[in-house]
């Protein structure tokens, strides 16, 4: 029955993953509002940058899209959240925010979804609740692995260039969701045989793509080459501060470098720092980590003569997730900033 769902939403193909937002967006309100947004849980397939086709599922836009990850959500404190989940599969599915608490469940969710069936959350945000939260699939323990999930963000009520209260202040805001790929694992969901007993990642992507370095196909192209994705790359002037909030949706803990400026390192794991340090690396951890932190386009400090101009890269310091395939180097999870 999986194989079913499959072929439905299989010719959505690559191109439809990068269906979706770019920057967040974001104008305060004095009074809360009703978020209201549907998702439909889509599947198809995916190519890598050598060429394996992988099976992926998506909380996607419509019936006919397939996003990896979801289109991102952004709302404030106060707003209620009505969320819609329409399962196109024939397997059950649910949709939970991690992080977001509920009463009994636990965690705001859907409950389960079965297959050709629909699912509603209703959850109003608390005070005190501004941050970067995963919302993925939680009905098995690989689900979240195979492309369902997404960010969500939660502004201060009545803020526009604030993470939370007193936190320094930004121009723009972006999301960075990380994801590991093992094909043997997405191959045997696809085929309903046995899910492997071990997991060994292949591929990394960053906002479903991996970066396609110059001379690879694809190269230079936003609907595939992560350092050109307009969702992910870091472009601004000097003085366009850009908060980043980084989510790990899979199973490899990461250490995220930026070249050209150390970043203002916000929280870590859902707790604001007591303190915010400067760094050019920080560590995102595995299993649903997440980190946020502030770019602050500023003159990069060791450069002589001084410059405002440039081109520098985000990559990873865990030299696997900067590979495709085993072999393939620099077609990882890496992007590109601009000082334009």
Known sequence: MERRGFLKAGAAGFASLMTGTGLLSWSPRSEAATINKTFYITAGTQTMPDGVSV?????????????????????????TLQITVINRLAVTHNFVIGGLKAGDPPLASTGDIPGGGSGTLTYTIPTG????????????????????????AIMPAGKTDQMYSGSPTFKKQLFWVFNDIDPELNRA?????????????????????????????????VTQDALYDPRT??????????????????????????????????????????????????????KLGKIDAIFPFEMPPDAYPPVTKGHYVMHMHDEMSQTAGGGLYQFGAMTEIEFK
């Open 55 to 79: 099976y992926v599922k998506g909380f996607s836009d419509s019936a006919a899209d397939l996003n990896v990850p979801a289109t991102p959500i952004i709302c404030q404190e106060g707003d």
């Open 129 to 152: 609740k501004a941050g970067s939260y995963l919302f993925y699939d939680n009905k098995t323990s690989y689900n979240v692995f195979l492309g369902l999930h997404g960010g969500l």
């Open 189 to 221: 969901v696809q085929q309903g045989t046995s899910i492997p007993s071990s997991f060994t990642p292949r591929y990394f992507t960053i906002n479903g793509l991996t970066s396609l370095p110059p001379g690879a196909p694809g190269h230079g192209d």
């Open 233 to 286: 790359r870091l472009s601004g002037v000097v003085g366009y501060r850009t908060l980043i909030r980084m989510l790990s949706a899979g199973m490899c803990s990461h250490a995220v470098h930026t070249h050209g400026n150390h970043m203002e390192w916000l929280t870590d794991r859902g707790t604001v720092r007591p303190s915010i340090w400067q760094k050019d690396t920080i560590q995102l951890r595995n």
